[in-house]
């Protein structure tokens, strides 16, 4: 590895720990108990403020295990976590929560914090003109929240923080292009549906992109002024944005 690829690296490595600690950190999380979701009982610990990383690399079972020990070796109570709608509905009415619970509950036995990220719809959800891309949202916000419904019970006494989505001011991430007012809807949806089921659950704005004002895109403080603007005010218990660079090598040596 060369000068330039190593400076590559520790970028990504720093960036990933940033974020993970910029989204986690800004609420406070309960503790949790680390037993299977039908049978965790509550509990009245008092919150306290805690700061985790983004745990990508759990998805391989066959190292799943290791990589836990060694976030809780390095010192990180929390990990955020996907609840990915499309591998959990992949068909409409037919949901299949086993690689899911996998993967929280291998969080939880570690005693790690779980910060649930719900991202992805779907395709038979996404409107008919988005289904050729990536990270579209959902056509109706309701059937979003049906979905966030059923995973705030499936998950109420091991997931008490929820993040609505990621980087939604971007088209990258809600393709074909930001649409303010229906992820206001959407955030309005899952906030009513999260608290319905846990009410000291803490409800996060989707983490926003560095970006800027472009076609598809908006930068974060215009996202979250038109949240405002759209009547979401009041459908969220924090902001969550993500404040990284990353450095590429330009030319040769």
């Known amino acids: 590895m060369d000068r330039w690829e190593s400076r590559i690296w520790t970028t990504r490595l720093v960036r990933l720990l940033v ?3 910029i989204a986690v950190s800004l609420f406070a999380l309960p503790p949790l ?12 610990a008092p919150r306290v ?6 745990a990508e690399t759990v998805r391989t079972a066959a190292t799943r295990n290791r990589e836990f020990e060694l976030i809780k070796a390095e010192g990180f109570p929390a990990v955020r976590l996907d609840i990915e709608w499309p591998l959990i509905e992949p068909r409409k009415g037919q949901f299949d929560w086993a690689y899911t619970d996998q993967i929280v509950m291998g969080a939880a036995n570690h005693g790690l914090t779980v910060l649930g990220l719900l991202f992805g719809a779907p395709s038979w959800a996404v409107a008919p003109a988005a289904r050729s891309f990536i990270h579209s949202p959902p056509a109706d916000p309701k059937a979003f929240g ?3 419904k059923l995973a705030a019970q499936r998950y109420r006494k091991v997931i008490h923080s929820w993040e609505i989505w990621n980087e939604p001011n971007i088209g990258d991430s809600f393709n074909p292009t930001v649409n303010v007012p229906l992820y206001a809807a959407m955030l309005e949806n899952a906030y009513s549906v999260i608290k319905s089921v846990d009410p000291a659950a803490a409800v ?3 983490g926003t992109s ?5 076609d598809d895109s908006l930068a974060p403080g215009n996202f979250i002024r038109q949240l405002y603007q759209n009547g979401a005010g009041k459908f969220f218990d924090a902001v ?4 990284r660079s990353e450095e590429r090598r330009v030319g040769k040596e």
Do not use: K, N, Q
């Not at 560095?210 to 472009?214: A, G, H, L, W, Y």
């Open 19 to 21: 974020v993970a600690a």
């Open 33 to 44: 108990l680390l037993h299977r979701p039908a049978c965790c009982a509550d509990t009245l």
């Open 49 to 54: 403020p805690l700061v985790g990383v983004t």
């Open 146 to 148: 049906a979905f966030v």
């Open 204 to 206: 996060i704005t989707g």
């Open 210 to 214: 560095p970006s800027i004002d472009t």
């Open 240 to 243: 969550a944005m993500h404040p």
